[in-house]
Structure formats: C-alpha cells, structure tokens
C-alpha cells in the first residue's frame, strides 16, 4: 500500500529562521496536497501539486513536488509564531477523493 | 463562505448511548467526507459520500452509521461505541471528482473544527 512519510517529525525553530519540511511518498504520486492543523482543530488547506516539476507559493510558504513525483517539499521563510503547528502531506489513493494524510510534522516557532 | 461547521464540539457518552454526530457546508460542494483522527495521528478516512450517495467506506464497523440526508448535510450516527472511539472526528467537503480509473483528484479539501469525542 502506498504511504507517506514526513521528516522530521518534529522542527522548533527560532522566529525568523527559515525551515523545510519533506513528504516522501513510496509510489508515484498523482499529485499531492499539504496541510495545516493547529492542535485539536480542523485542517487548513494550503496548496496542491500536481505536475512533476511544480513549485507554488502563498504569502511565505513554497511547496515543491519532485520531477519523479515522489517527493514534496515544504519550505516557509522567515518563520513567524503563527506558522507554528502540525502539518500534514496528503495525497489521494484512487482519484476518487479518497485522501490519505503523511505521518505530520509538528512546528514550534519561538519568539 | 468557505466555513464546514460540527456540532457538537464536544462529546462525552457511555458505551450503550445513542448519539449523532452533525456537519453543514454551504459552499455547494456536492463531496462530503468523514475522518477520525486519533491523539498524534493523521486523520483516517471514514466514509465518502458523492452527490449524496455513499461512494467508499473504509470497512468502517457497524457501531458507525453516516447519513447524508440532502447535499448540505452529513451525520454521523453512533451506537455501542467502545473507549478506543474515542478520537476527534473531522468532516470536510470538496467538489466531487468525477474522472475515474485512478485519475487524480483535483478538488482540495475544506475542514470542519470536528467534534472531540470521548467513550466512557
């Protein structure tokens, strides 16, 4: 069965800092999305990707998936406390809005 | 309004009660979607549901019982739930995908707050 890894499982980073996130899938992904949870609430959603190749952006967060399609990158510059929480690579099993989420990462901005 | 909004918030019962378990969008979507997502887990898919029909059940026990009674409602019906239900229940929404045969979703995916339910 197909699964997600994230690392590192867990990032406390200085306000400010720059940090990645990776999402290493075992198969080929058709497209792969990320989100936000802060704890004990809903998901967020920030961006998807679909070609091998893709970089998007919002405010201060750049995903990336990987030419193979195996890969995604998370990479938030300039971290501020509200970037802090879990967040979570998913990616879609059948095509048919069947979601299955990575193993998360859980960030901690310090001011 | 791109809100899904669960009720209740939170939810304590015993393991012979009978309880439900509501979610509400009023984006259109014609997707609805439930999760359970245990303490320092991901979410779990539950069940989907496409243009009110049950699509996928993720060989969900019995003691969970989903509803979608019209396009903007979904329920979650509970009966002679165990302590290791207990979990947050997240529900979501989406445009449905409608290519077939292992095609990519396109439609992200939009959260309720979910509902804290604890077995006793």
């Known amino acids: 069965s197909q699964e997600l890894e994230q690392s590192p499982q867990s990032l406390i980073v200085q306000e400010g800092k720059n940090l990645t996130i990776n999402c290493t899938s075992s198969k080929t992904l058709y497209g792969l999305y990320w989100y936000k949870q802060k704890y004990g609430e809903g998901l967020i959603f920030l961006m998807m990707l679909q070609k091998g190749g893709e970089e998007k952006s919002h405010e201060k967060i750049t995903a990336k998936l990987d030419e193979k399609k195996q890969q995604s990158s998370l990479h938030i510059t300039a971290s501020q406390p509200s970037h802090a929480g879990i967040y979570l690579c998913g990616a879609d099993k059948t095509g048919a809005n069947n979601l299955f989420f990575g193993t998360g990462t859980r960030l901690t901005v310090i001011p | 309004d791109t809100e899904v909004t669960q009720t209740p918030k939170h939810l304590v019962m015993g393991m012979t009660n009978k309880k439900s378990l509501k979610c509400e969008q009023h984006m259109g979507h014609r997707a609805m979607y439930w999760y359970k997502q245990k303490a320092k887990k991901p979410p779990e898919l539950m069940f989907v549901?496409?243009?009110?029909?049950?699509?996928i059940n993720e060989s969900v026990p019995s003691r969970f019982s989903p509803e979608c009674p019209n396009s903007s409602l979904l329920n979650l019906h509970l009966h002679a739930l165990q302590p290791e239900d207990s979990a947050l229940y997240l529900c979501?929404?989406?445009?449905?995908?409608?290519?077939?045969?292992?095609?990519?979703?396109?439609?992200?995916?939009?959260f309720g707050p979910g509902t804290r339910l604890t077995v006793t």
């Open positions: 979501a929404s989406s445009q449905p995908d409608l290519t077939s045969g292992g095609a990519w979703g396109t439609h992200e995916q939009y």
């Open positions: 549901y496409s243009y009110e029909k049950l699509s």
